[in-house]
C-alpha cells in the first residue's frame, strides 16, 4: 500500500479517484486503484463513499468548480459581454492542447456512468448560464438561444479534442462561436 496522503482519508480518496478517473476514465478504475493511489484500504474508501457511484458524484460535485472556473478565468481580464464571450473561444487553444488534457470530465462520465448525466447537466447548464448572462450584457436578442449554441460550440471543440488535433478543434470552435456571434441580433 502507498503512503498516505496529506489530509483525511476522505479527501485522499477523493483526489486519487478525480486524477486516475480523468486519467483513465471511469470504467476502468476501481476502487482498490483509488485506495492504493490514496495509501487507503479499500473498506476506509468504502466508509467515506459507500458505492464506486457515491465516489463518482463527489468527483463531479469537486470538478464543478475547477472547470467552471477554467472557462470564465479565459476571460477574466476581458471587458463583460461580447468581449468575453470571443475571448472564451479565442484563448480556449492552450487548454485544449495541454499535455494533461483527456477531454471534458462531464461528457466522458455522462457517457461512461448512470449517474454521470445529472452532474454533467448540472454543469453544462451552469456553463450556459453564463454564456447567456454574457450575451445579456452584449445586448444580444435571444441570450438563451445563443448560450445554447455557444455551449453546442465549446462541447464540440472538448470532444474533438480527445481525438483530432487541439489546434484543429480550437480553430474550428474559435470560428463556430465567431459565426453564431456574428449572426446574434442586437436588442437595441
Known amino acids: 500500500m502507498a503512503a498516505r496522503k496529506e489530509g483525511g482519508g476522505k479527501e485522499a480518496a477523493l483526489r486519487a479517484a478525480s486524477a486516475l478517473f480523468y486519467e483513465r476514465g471511469i470504467p476502468a ?4 486503484q483509488v485506495a492504493a493511489e490514496a ?5 476506509a474508501v468504502y466508509y467515506h463513499f459507500p458505492t464506486k457511484a ?9 470538478a464543478d468548480e475547477p472547470a467552471f ?12 459581454g461580447l468581449p ?3 475571448a472564451a473561444f479565442d ?3 492552450p487548454v485544449l492542447g495541454a499535455p494533461t488534457f483527456r477531454g471534458c470530465a462531464f461528457l466522458r462520465a455522462a457517457r461512461e456512468t448512470k449517474g454521470g448525466a445529472e452532474a454533467a447537466t448540472a454543469h453544462k ?3 450556459r448560464e ?3 448572462d454574457q450575451a445579456k450584457v452584449a445586448g444580444l436578442a435571444e441570450p438563451d438561444r445563443i448560450a445554447s449554441a455557444l455551449l453546442l460550440v465549446l462541447d464540440g471543440a472538448l470532444s474533438q479534442a480527445t481525438y483530432a488535433p487541439s489546434e484543429r478543434a480550437a480553430a474550428a470552435s474559435k470560428e463556430a462561436a465567431n459565426a453564431v456571434l456574428s449572426l446574434a441580433r442586437r436588442t437595441d
Request: charged share 25%.
Open 29 to 32: 478504475v476501481s476502487v482498490e
Open 39 to 43: 495509501g487507503l484500504t479499500k473498506r
Open 54 to 62: 457515491d465516489l463518482v458524484a463527489a468527483y463531479l460535485k469537486a
Open 69 to 80: 472556473s477554467m472557462l470564465t478565468g479565459l476571460t477574466a481580464d476581458v471587458e463583460p
Open 84 to 86: 468575453t464571450l470571443r
Open 91 to 93: 484563448r480556449l487553444g
Open 125 to 127: 447548464e451552469r456553463v
Open 130 to 132: 453564463w454564456f447567456a
